[in-house]
């Protein structure tokens, strides 16, 4: 079945619509994978440095605080 040189632009320009629209939908797609994924990036990040600065507060022995202690007697 033949069609018409009209007809047969019409398909190649509903073909290229079609790839267009594909290609958008999958930018699209990785766009949102890659912000949640930059997302969960700062939310560890900031886990991370949340526990650090606890250890670092947290990292004072007792002969530590003592030695602080006697010096000021």
Not at 22 to 42: D, E, H, I, N, P
Not at 44 to 68: D, E, G, K, N, P
């Amino acid at each position: 079945m033949s069609k018409c040189r009209t007809c047969r632009n019409i398909v190649y320009a509903l073909d290229a619509v079609v790839a267009v629209a594909v290609v958008v939908a999958v930018v699209a797609v990785v766009a949102v994978a890659v912000s949640a994924v930059a997302v969960a990036v700062v939310a560890v990040a900031a886990a991370v440095a949340a526990a650090i600065a606890a250890a670092v507060v947290a990292a004072v022995s007792y002969t530590h605080l003592r030695a602080h202690e006697t010096r000021e007697d």
